[in-house]
């Protein structure tokens, strides 16, 4: 799983770094099948990474509302703040805790930590398939997803 997690930074960096080609009106023009607009989509992946991390790790969710935000440098800015903190779980992380329950504040039931983790693995890659669909839409090359064209 870690390795999906390199992987899913790695590629989020690389859609900070494309996104700086699309003019900051078209960052946030409202799309078509996904959480709203490129900008928004790249805030979600960063918050919901945040928040399932620290429910996990029983410390309360951190709400930085979109509205203060809405810039490409200042989601970036937001993701890199937190990306200490998810980066030490996750290094520390170990399969022992797989099927660990850890109640999540704004739930009603437990969840394991290893379908947590899971869950965001797949989140995030559900996003950037969507961001590469309107990438092309612009007329831009999207980030590569390979996987095996990395040097994890």
């Known amino acids: 799983m870690k390795k999906l997690f390199l992987y899913n930074w790695q590629i989020r960096t690389e ?14 023009v409202n799309r078509v099948g996904g ?3 490129i900008l928004y989509t790249l805030y979600h992946i960063v918050d919901v990474e945040y928040s399932w991390i620290r429910g996990i790790a029983g410390k309360p969710d951190v709400q930085v509302p979109y509205e203060q935000v809405q810039t490409l440098p200042l989601v970036r800015e ?3 703040s937190w990306h200490h903190e ?3 779980f996750i290094d520390n992380w170990s399969s022992e805790l797989e099927h660990e329950l850890v109640d999540i504040s704004w739930n009603d039931r437990p969840y394991s ?3 947590i983790l899971r869950h965001l693995i797949a989140h995030e890659i ?3 398939g969507q961001l590469s669909i309107w990438m092309r839409e612009l007329g831009i090359e999207p980030v ?3 996987l095996v064209d990395r040097n994890l």
């Open 35 to 37: 959480a709203g607009s």
């Open 113 to 115: 930590q290893g379908d």
């Open 15 to 28: 859609w900070f770094e494309r996104c700086q080609l699309v003019p900051h009106e078209e960052l946030l």
């Open 144 to 146: 590569s997803a390979s």
């Open 86 to 88: 998810v980066r030490s």
């Open 126 to 128: 559900h996003h950037v």
């Open 78 to 80: 937001l993701s890199d």
